[in-house]
């Protein structure tokens, strides 16, 4: 007779802690360092996005995304999706543009393609 096992679900796998809960909670209430463009500029954060963009990205690119999105887990206690990390980082990017213009990173960046 076989038997069915019932497993956790991923939600009880992987719970934050309590220590996790208050470095989150730390981070959170810090205020953040945010040149004055990008103050102006905020990006949607946790909410739901009705419209959709497809990005194909290299495997190093992808890769490097989610290191970055481990690395601000474990040294940060910030769990973010990576939606939100590329939204976040869009955000940045655009309030730099619009501070800075021809002098700002993205214009660098792509003037050197």
Not at 31 to 55: C, I, L, Q, W, Y
Not at 71 to 95: I, K, M, Q, T
Not at 107 to 113: G, I, N, Y
């Amino acid at each position: 007779m076989a038997r069915r096992v019932n497993l956790p679900a991923a939600d009880d796998l992987f719970r934050p802690t309590a220590s996790t809960q208050r470095a989150v909670r730390a981070v959170a209430d810090e205020p953040p360092e945010e040149t004055a463009g990008a103050s102006a500029r905020k990006p949607s954060g946790r909410v739901r996005h009705d419209e959709k963009m497809t990005v194909y990205v290299t495997a190093d690119e992808l890769l490097d995304l989610e290191h970055a999105r481990l690395l601000l887990r474990r040294e940060h206690g910030l769990a973010v999706d990576r939606g939100r990390l590329v939204r976040e980082a869009v955000a940045l990017v655009l309030a730099d543009l619009e501070e800075h213009g021809e002098q700002s990173a993205l214009v660098r960046r792509l003037v050197e393609e």
